[in-house]
């Protein structure tokens, strides 16, 4: 559900490995996916996938797993819209930004949805054609102990050929892959610039530094167990792995979409407001991107 970079990715994956998988996106990717098949351009291989595509939320109903890869700004208006559909038992998988998106949907619409951390460089380049360049890996854990079987369903992805791992520190690794969310995205946006190019530039690698220290003081003072590595080496480790990456909020600034900070960088400043944390390197990036979507998105 939500079938855009990430959903047809991992969804491609799961199809060309003989599962039977249903992307449900918007008219243009269905219309070109139910005529041409999806085309996956990755790192190790180019194929013509053969699934199926619809806009009707209605192909979820007989779904044993859905992945839930819908924007953060529609987690509560496409919870709700989907609960009606699910089959009974059915795992919903929220692979997306930011780390409560989880709670929003238990909340919203009664769905105890898995989280996953997703690291994967990937982007749409015309209808139904996805472009990878990096990782392509999941984590998976449990917030709400519902005694799941997560290790199967880690196998079904890893049987895909998507490396996935079960954690027992789930709300630790979300929020690792936010502080390294927020080092780059809005810098990249900014910057226009792939991933190992902040790294490489003195200025960006200092920026991203204060950024993820700002980020680290506030999981710290909401109690999260965050890993024992330094963050702010694991920041610029990303690059060796996703060096041509670009990041989803550039993307969506260049198709004049909008876009995830605020959920992202805009989160730790709301976050660090409550807890009074400082925040002014992420409340300087946040402003600029919203100055910078603001100016890019398209009419209605």
Known sequence: ???????????????????????????????????????????????????????????????????????????????????????????VVSL????????????????????AVVYVAVAMTA????????????????????????ESLAAVFTHAGVPCRVSNNIAGDLWTKMIINCAYNAISALGRAKYARLVANPWTRELMKQVTEEAVAIARASGVRLPEADMVDAVWKLAETMSGATSSTAQDIARGNRTEIDAL????????AQLGVPTPVNQTLHALVKLLEESAQKPA
């Open 1 to 91: 559900m939500g079938a855009g970079a990430v959903g047809c990715y991992f969804g491609g994956m799961l199809a060309r490995a003989g599962a039977d998988v249903t992307l449900i996106g918007r008219p243009h990717h269905v219309e070109a996916i139910a005529r041409d098949g999806l085309f996956l351009d990755t790192l190790h291989f180019q194929q013509q996938v053969r699934v199926s595509a619809s806009t009707d939320l209605n192909a979820a109903h007989q779904a044993g797993i859905v992945l839930f890869c819908v924007k953060t700004f529609d987690t509560e208006d496409a919870a709700k819209s989907l609960a009606a559909h699910l089959a009974p038992g059915a795992a």
């Open 96 to 115: 997306q930004n930011g780390v409560d998106n989880v709670e929003r949907m238990r909340s919203a619409a009664g769905i105890d949805a898995v989280p």
């Open 127 to 150: 209808p139904g054609r996805v472009k990878h360049s990096g990782r392509g890996d999941l984590i998976i854990g449990d917030f709400f102990g519902g005694g799941r079987d997560l």
């Open 265 to 272: 960088n805009g989160y730790l400043v709301r976050r660090g």
